[in-house]
């Protein structure tokens, strides 16, 4: 089966600077991808052109006059982008042309767009972003990130769901374990809200760990993580800001004097293997779970590479049915609810 | 002026092991430190023996016959150990025998017993936690960091205050850049709470930046980072595990073969200093700020180092007034929110 990605070639810091060689590369690397580039049709062409292109065959180009801004409100873009490279590579998914689609761009407009034009699976009201976080074992994955604040016990054990059938899929686990985070671990810490959920999650049929704390992300004691979206996000900011202060600190403490400069050259080839293997760009691609197809949001300052995982994320995930699954998974759950 | 404060010797994963010998080191640092050891006689006055006690003088021991446990709940402990090490070097601090107190012990037991001891300052339902942490810039402080859950924009306004005041006394920053921690920094983001304290803090003589991500902690933008208790708490946790994590994967890329061996050991020195920089150890102490008097709460864990640290915190505290500044701004704020 061949999985046909629409890519919004304009998202993003770099545009298609960054997005038309990932998806080439993306290309290599999978011969049952097709990708169909949605922007401004003479850029991505002239990329194009630079970069020689020898899967002809399966790129694509559609037109898109408009740009979403980066700071665009979601509504104001919805409303008035119809035309942008973000709304058709959306609109490409719901005629069914493609089967999912990739952006780098303002993430709230992605999610509203994606939203009102493929719609939510029946049972969830708004998506939840989901990524792969790597962790001393390989790595887990942590939902919501920032979609939904203020998420009810319900919302959560939807996240839960959602996240264990992801997993399930993706990664091949047949029973990811799942963890709420909250800040202990015993059962009278926390809000009344994860208490709740840990209540709905007990009496599901989810592999429920209990709770986690924070550094439960990078021990990999379970498979995923489960929180509301501005833990979340705070999560994944603090982790983001650290190793930035770390990776900072390094550059500064080898490039001090002469002698740690040589320290810093023969340490040369560690430092590449370390850094590779808590590379963010190798987690890049958040998906927006609970929609009808798969969406996939890039960091908006994604580079090459870490726009080509984004890409092959969003195949993995619909040669695996992950949405049809979720779907399937919701309605058994909600049927036995209602009994 | 000698500061006097009282160390529950007994507290935290080690016990006199650790805290007698930080004791005696912080009494070798400060010739304006007193401290009273509390803990059972014998096991205290082993390891003043076995380390000899050049300031005689300047410790007292008070023996204690109990000791809370650290998975003990707090009510339990607040009830049941009345002749803890803990419970008595609050109640030095009480009777004013001690100006401020320190325990590496379960961190519920000591909020709750302080809390019933010593009594919050007027305008004050509890305590927050709050800490310095590491950033590019030096450090920043951020509270609450776990005792408050579902904190109402007032209580975050009030834990701006307080957070205030102290970087303002302890670090001698006159006017501190206070930060609010959401998932975006534009004002339609975040949950209601965060959007009604950013109002709030706004309209206060706070200098007041606006909202920061969970990257800001690691910036220093700002000096003081104001939360709600779980998403500090989160936030700590995450950067421990992930912390955790880095050292782990570079000790097993230097330790791969012979040669990244070698390159380890050219890189001593650099890994030292960079160690150094983000040393957990020395930001341990976080104070429970909004008591009528300073009590400090170490890690667990910590070692001497650490708890020394924790002791030297306590002092400078007290030094510094940090109770009295906070009670009386917060007096000023109340009459002026009266008007």
Known sequence: MTVTVAVDAMGGDHGPEVTVPAALTALQRESDLDLILVGRDREVQAQLNTLGNPAQDRVRLVNATQIVGMDELPAQALRSKKDSSMRIAINLVKSGDADACVSAGNTGALMAT???????????????????????RGHIHMLDLGANVDSPPELLLQFAVMGSILVKYVENKPNPRIGLLNIGVEDIKGNDIVKRAAE?????????????EGDAIYTGDVDVIVCDGFDGNVALKTSEGLAQMISHFTREEYGRNLLTRLAGLISLPVMKSLRKRVDHRRYNGATLVGLRSTVIKSHGSADTLAFRHAILEAFTEVKNKVPVHIREELTDMMQAADR
Request: hydrophobic share 45%; proline share 8%; charged share 15%.
């Open 200 to 212: 709905l999650m007990r009496n599901s049929s989810l592999n429920y760990q209990g709770f986690v």
């Open 114 to 136: 994606a939203r009102f034009v493929l719609k939510t699976l029946p049972g969830i009201d708004r998506p939840a972003i989901v990524s792969a976080m790597p962790s001393l």
